[in-house]
């Protein structure tokens, strides 16, 4: 299962093919470099969502934090049968974020602005479809979607499955909610490591999931907070009960 965020560009990117301009994702970052009908391009950051608000960061309210240089932002919900857009000026957008975190601040004085920010549907709603922001169409042209089909790679030759012996992995399966991702990962009770199994820094393993959670906050937000790995983490299964929980019980 692809995650959200690519998801996201993806859709992105084929609408504005098929709005008559064309789109290039920006190494090492979901922000996509787009060239309207007219010629002109932009930089556009790429948030997407399938539970009903966007993720962002803190940080993105400071001054200087972008380094894409983004004119636009786009929000895309996932959550309806086909994808929604909604394009918002970049300014519009972080003074929002700065404004946000501002208050949150002063709620508490000594609070360090990192970490995720959610940016919820009434903050964007009047960008629905803004694709003349982008200097795009604001019909689809059924021609583009075919070029775009031509230009797939071949599929491979179908190759006859040899069979082999179902392979029962006898790590708990456990999961985690951060930041807008699902973090799916496997945990050894024989020694404590986690592996992260899908979702961000997949493949990666640590020794603790104490050490584990705090990777994982890091890397999708930026967050210096110290999470407590027997409590982020969580079961993946009907009962949702925390690792800590149900090795208490079993032990």
Known sequence: MEESADR???????????RGGSATQLKGSRAVRVKGVDGHSCVVRVRSTSR???????????PGSDPTGSSYWVFVDLATDSPQFYMVESDEVESGIAADVELWLAERPGRVPTGSH????????HGHDRW???NLNRVRDSRHRKEVSRTRAKPAKTVKPVAEPDFVD???AIVSDFGGYRIHARF?????NVEITRGPMEGRRFGHPTTAANAVTKF???DDAEY??????RLDDPSGASLGNYLSRSG
Do not use: C, E, K, Y
């Not at 996201?8 to 098929?18: E, I, K, L, R, T």
């Not at 009903?52 to 400071?62: F, I, K, P």
């Not at 050894?188 to 404590?192: I, L």
């Open 228 to 233: 407590d790995g027997w409590t982020f983490w």
């Open 118 to 125: 959610p940016i919820p549907m009434s903050s964007v709603a």
């Open 220 to 222: 999708v937000s930026d």
């Open 132 to 134: 003349d922001l982008l």
């Open 170 to 172: 006898p790590r708990t």
């Open 188 to 192: 050894d009770a024989d020694n404590s």
């Open 52 to 62: 009903g608000q966007w993720m962002a960061r803190r940080q993105d309210g400071t």
């Open 8 to 18: 996201g560009v993806q859709a992105f990117v084929a609408d504005v093919v098929q």
